[in-house]
């Protein structure tokens, strides 16, 4: 039956006449390569077509317009974020492993945050992502938008972590050059040390006694470490938990 969303995979892929020498792939890697070091901003057709050493023309019988490009982008990424099947059965590690993929993901992709707001994530693979993921809470004894409100609960803090991890990592100059999670990054304001530096005079300074119970500068740094994603997804998995019991099998995480 024929849908009624107008998306670049509901709508038939015009083959145009003739050889092709480009291929709507290798156009949809260009573009996730520019976005990846330059931001989604930058991402166009002539920008492609100067990279791909093309016509931009030439592009247009592959990608209709700059939306379709950016559904099949997100969607190319998405296709990372699918765990190999079978997910574990024990539904808190499957939530976890899936999490823990999602955060690699858009990590090497912090244009997905930007996309994330812009476009619907309708594609195949997202659809095989949400698919999974609602596979791995189909053991929980909720209504399915219980279920759905856990997805969105791990789902907006590995987001929300990642788009802080992001920030704080290109503001402190970590892996600039080499980490693709610090690539097109906007770091306009003061510096990650300038900010340490002014958030500890003010602790020092008497008028916030529960920021001045951390102590030292190290300690009041705005930065992210890796370690904590653990740590807050296992703090949300128990809370998770309480709610449903042990239900889905295993021993508690």
């Known amino acids: 039956m024929a849908s009624d969303i107008d998306t670049v995979w509901a709508r038939d892929a015009e083959q145009a006449a003739g050889p092709q020498p480009l291929s709507r792939e290798a156009i949809v890697a260009a573009a996730i390569e520019i976005a990846d070091t330059e931001g989604l901003e930058a991402v166009s057709i002539r920008k492609i077509a100067t990279k791909l050493e093309t016509r931009p023309m030439s592009l ?7 939306g379709d490009l950016i559904d ?23 939530l976890r492993e899936i999490a823990q993929r999602t955060r690699e993901s858009t990590r090497a992709h912090p244009w997905m945050i930007a ?3 812009r476009r619907p994530f309708i594609g195949p693979n997202a659809l095989r992502h949400f698919d999974q993921s609602l596979g791995a809470v189909a053991s929980l004894p909720l209504p399915p938008e219980r279920k759905r409100a856990v997805l969105l609960a791990v789902d907006t803090y590995t987001l929300g972590f990642v788009r802080w991890e992001v920030i704080s990592k290109a503001r402190h100059g970590e892996g600039e050059g080499h980490d693709p999670s610090c690539a097109a990054v906007p770091t306009d ?7 340490d530096a002014y958030v500890a005079a003010q602790a020092a300074s008497g008028k916030y006694p529960h920021l001045a119970e951390l102590g030292g500068k190290e300690k009041m740094s705005l930065g992210v470490k890796a370690e904590a994603f653990e740590a807050g997804l296992d703090w949300l998995l128990a809370g998770i938990e309480a709610e449903v019991g042990d239900a889905g099998g295993g021993e508690s995480a």
Request: no cysteine.
């Open 60 to 66: 247009y019988s592959h990608i209709e317009r700059k």
């Open 72 to 94: 099949l982008m997100v969607d190319e990424v998405m296709g990372g974020a699918v765990l190999p099947e079978p997910l574990p059965e024990d539904w808190r590690e499957a």
């Open 115 to 117: 996309a994330a707001f």
């Open 189 to 195: 304001g003061p510096s990650a040390a300038e900010i």
